[in-house]
């Protein structure tokens, strides 16, 4: 006699995933991690208070930090799925060269909004494609998310340079570069912070709200049982990489607008900043945990650590050895609370 599973409910889901729906959107170390951000500031505003506490200076750590904010935040759902996500920083190069030859086509520097819109739609539906690609080949094919995306990483990052020939697109409509890459809201805030905080507080709340959020975090505790109360968890995941392929396509729309062309070579270390971002901001690499709000102090931390260190002087080579550490000690940090909640 076969076994009918019962189809999963809200109070269901809200049992067999740990934490209840405001804890998903604000967990108690996410208070720990914004301490330790905030040490920083201090100490780098007391060091060089005329160069570092600015608006001028605040302005840029935003500004660089949004674009790989809006990669974290879909590498935060792969990561609390229990996944992982190597090709980010490949499909936003290959996102990017598709966006940007679509404008070009369009008129290029002269290319008025509609052109500008359907070559983000271009953009956005190329990391669409990949994101499917890579939750395909870990769900249907069985191949492990760290082997599945470490392929495709190759793969889009060698069609971008076959594309364009190895070098990068520029032609970048000045309108978008204008408004969205150099451009204020009332004078002080940059545009692409205010679109990377849109971004943010729509996933955010859709993570800790939603049946796809519960359904997310039911995953990465323990796909098994996630099945056995009803959860299609392959069509989950499939979705979940989608939508972190298609962050990432926005990623690369927003770089666009930023440096005004493609920069094909900038972004090899790109999806390793956006894993330490959410592990940083206390995502467990287990899966299960993990929350938007951490990894936006996550991805600050490493902005205001570099910031501050180049201010300061510090040598380049300095900077990576920093932010490594920081990322070995949250990893550390997140075996000895698993190891904490397995003796309880």
Avoid at 97 to 123: C, D, E, P, Q, R
Avoid at 185 to 213: D, E, K, N, Y
Avoid at 229 to 255: E, M, N, P
Wanted: glycine share 12%.
């Amino acid at each position: 006699m076969s076994t009918v599973r019962e189809p999963a409910t809200d109070e269901t889901l809200e049992q067999d995933v740990p934490d209840g729906r405001w804890a998903r959107l604000l967990r108690g170390n996410t208070l720990w991690t914004f301490l330790v951000l905030v040490v920083l500031a201090i100490g780098f505003s007391v060091a060089a208070p005329l160069a570092f506490a600015t608006p001028f200076n605040v302005r840029n750590i935003l500004a660089d930090s949004s674009i790989l904010l809006v990669l974290a935040i879909g590498m935060t759902y792969v990561i609390v799925s229990a996944g992982i996500d190597l090709s980010v920083g490949s499909v936003l190069v290959f996102s990017g060269v598709i966006a940007a030859n679509v404008m070009v086509s369009m008129g290029g520097v002269t290319a008025g909004w509609g052109g500008i819109a359907l070559g983000t739609l271009a953009g956005l539906a190329a990391g669409f494609a990949w994101g499917v690609l890579n939750g395909v080949l870990v769900t249907k094919a069985r191949v492990p998310p760290l082997i599945a995306t470490l392929g495709t990483l190759g793969m889009a990052l060698g069609l971008a340079q076959v594309i364009t020939g190895g070098s990068d697109v520029s032609r970048v409509p000045s309108r978008l570069s204008n408004l969205i890459g150099y451009g204020l809201a009332l004078g002080q805030v940059p545009w692409l912070a205010i679109v990377a905080a849109l971004i943010t507080v729509v996933f955010a709340l859709i993570l800790a709200f939603t049946r796809f959020g519960r359904h997310t975090y039911a995953t990465g505790s323990n796909a098994e049982a996630a099945r056995r109360v009803g959860i299609a968890v392959d069509r989950h995941l499939i979705k979940v990489y989608a939508l972190s392929g298609t962050l990432a396509g926005a990623a690369g729309v927003l770089s666009l607008a930023r440096f005004s062309t493609t920069t094909i070579a900038g972004h090899a270390f790109d999806n390793l900043s956006a894993i330490a971002g959410v592990v940083i901001g206390g995502a467990s690499l287990f899966g299960g945990v993990g929350t938007i709000a951490g990894t936006v102090i996550g991805v600050l931390i490493p902005g205001v650590l570099r910031n501050g260190l180049i201010i300061l002087g510090a040598q380049r080579f300095w900077l990576d050895v920093a932010v490594g550490a920081v990322l070995v000690l949250a990893v550390m940090f997140d075996q000895v609370r698993r190891r904490a909640r397995e003796r309880e």
